[in-house]
């Protein structure tokens, strides 16, 4: 089993930064595929971003491109997401991801609320 911790979700003013962290634990590799989801009240579970363990491969959800950005550290088995320019649209549960690749990913973390006020 391998468990994920997301952390550093809250309550932030359009226009501001959060910078979400999740630690993977457990039986985790670093060679397996981190990403970020979110779902907002009354919709669908969405992609943000998604990264392979080397870091080659890199998909970001067109409407966080250019404000959003996914990185790694594999010898913390942790994987951030730095979201800029916030904007009341953002406001979700963001959930941390990891599995065999970047379109299997199958193990979840509990997601942790951002909520940005206009």
């Known amino acids: 089993q391998v468990q994920l911790q997301e952390s550093g979700g809250g309550l932030v003013q359009a226009g501001g930064s959060l910078r979400l962290s999740c630690v993977a634990s457990?039986?985790?590799?670093?060679?397996?595929?981190m990403g970020w989801f979110r779902q907002a009240p009354g919709k669908d579970r969405e992609s943000v971003a998604v990264?392979?363990?080397?870091?080659?491969?890199?998909s970001i959800s067109d409407s966080v491109k250019g404000r959003f950005a996914i990185s790694r550290d594999n010898a913390k088995s942790t994987v951030y997401l730095q979201m800029n320019s916030l904007g009341p649209e953002d406001t979700a549960v963001y959930y941390c991801?990891?599995?065999?690749?970047?379109?299997?990913?199958?193990?979840w973390g509990q997601g942790v609320q951002v909520t940005v006020s206009s």
């Open positions: 457990g039986n985790w590799v670093s060679r397996r595929a």
């Open positions: 990264m392979s363990w080397s870091g080659s491969i890199i």
């Open positions: 991801a990891t599995g065999p690749s970047t379109t299997s990913l199958t193990y």
